[in-house]
């Protein structure tokens, strides 16, 4: 169901931090919020993780991985009360798959020695998939456990919010024009994509690092290697825009990002401030407060108006009701 808030400029000046989190003692890798809006999970290389409520804004529980020296992304598969979460372990990445609600391994899958850059979800079913530094991306089902499909040259991978459409970066050899190609992950079709987007992008050896569909199904949101974010349409290819960053820094900041339930921001955190991107019009609207470091992670809540961000500390951005006149609607 596509959220349909009604975000302006005069809105998002009303964002102020609202909590903020102090239970990680190291930095946050990754963060995430449940299909429902209620539950925002976090994982940090210190080994644990936290469990919040976001509706009442406290903390459920923790939960310590033992043996892991590292843990690097997590998601919530279709329940609210079970995630994936790569961990680094004996010299090798693995994905764990873990009940949140008796700190119970439900099942393991061994990967190779290669950092796991992301996991996705379907919201279908139980599939998921994982990309790694190798640029290699796997097709998994939670469930039995099983490989279903594996895709080369792939460094960014994502499930839209049908959970019908995989889609699958492309970085072939420096000169070569790249893609995005997209598969019928509902049944399971992964040896020809149905659709290959182009993307006029230069320099010519990008390497897309991150994607994510907006909830509407109808863009992608990538980021590449250098720290570009930019916008592609997701039905015809091509590069509809792109942010401008700040920084002319010979060595770009590092940026994350993610979509808003209305598909037209663009939330992002860089250095220590997060800020909205209206891509429509070319807007940027930079939140009051900032962060003590560098952000390593973000989230915009699907559900509920609220923004999440972690550096070591998770910032909790809600908007303040008391002083907006036009609320959002929903």
């Known amino acids: 169901m596509e959220n349909t808030f009604t975000i302006n400029k005069t ?22 919020i449940s299909r429902c809006g209620n539950y925002l999970v976090s994982c940090s290389t210190d080994g644990k993780i936290h469990l919040y409520d976001l509706q009442q804004g406290d903390k459920i529980n923790s939960y310590l991985i033992e043996d892991s020296k590292e843990l690097g ?8 009360k079970t995630v994936l979460l790569s961990t680094y372990e004996k010299e090798a990445y693995s994905i764990i ?5 008796d700190n119970v391994v439900l099942a393991k899958f061994l990967g190779e020695n290669t950092r796991i850059l992301s ?17 290699e991306a796997r097709v998994w089902d939670y469930n039995s456990t099983d490989l279903i499909a594996v895709f080369r040259e792939c460094k960014a991978t994502c499930i839209d919010n049908t959970g019908k459409v995989l889609a699958c970066s492309h970085n072939p ?25 182009s993307i006029n992008h230069h320099p010519n050896n990008f390497v897309i690092k991150f994607m994510k569909f907006s909830y509407n199904g109808k863009y992608l949101l990538c980021i590449d290697e250098i720290h570009s974010v930019f916008i592609v349409d997701a039905f015809d290819g091509g590069i ?17 990002a993610d979509f808003s339930p209305c598909s037209k921001h663009i939330v992002f955190g860089m250095n220590n401030r997060v800020a909205f991107w209206n891509w429509v019009d070319n807007e940027e609207t930079t939140l009051s407060g900032t962060h003590v470091k560098e952000i390593n ?11 999440v961000s972690a550096c070591q500390n998770i910032i909790l951005w809600s908007l303040d009701t008391t002083e907006v006149d036009d609320a959002p609607e929903k």
């Not at 798959?97 to 609600?101: F, T, V």
């Not at 992670?297 to 923004?307: D, K, S």
């Open 11 to 32: 809105v998002l000046k009303k964002f102020k931090s609202s909590k903020v989190f102090k239970d990680h003692k190291e930095e946050v890798n990754s963060l995430d």
């Open 73 to 80: 992304n997590i998601k919530f598969t279709n329940h609210s």
């Open 97 to 101: 798959y873990l009940s949140l609600h």
């Open 119 to 135: 996991i996705d979800t379907s919201p279908l079913d139980s599939k998921f998939v994982t990309s790694t530094t190798n640029e």
């Open 173 to 197: 050899p420096v000169g070569e024009e790249r893609h995005i190609y997209l598969y019928n992950i509902e049944e399971d079709e992964y040896e020809y994509p149905f659709s290959t987007l």
């Open 240 to 256: 509809i825009n792109k942010l401008i960053e700040p920084s002319r820094q010979s060595t770009p900041t590092p940026v994350v």
């Open 297 to 307: 992670a973000i989230r915009c809540n699907p559900e509920y108006f609220c923004v």
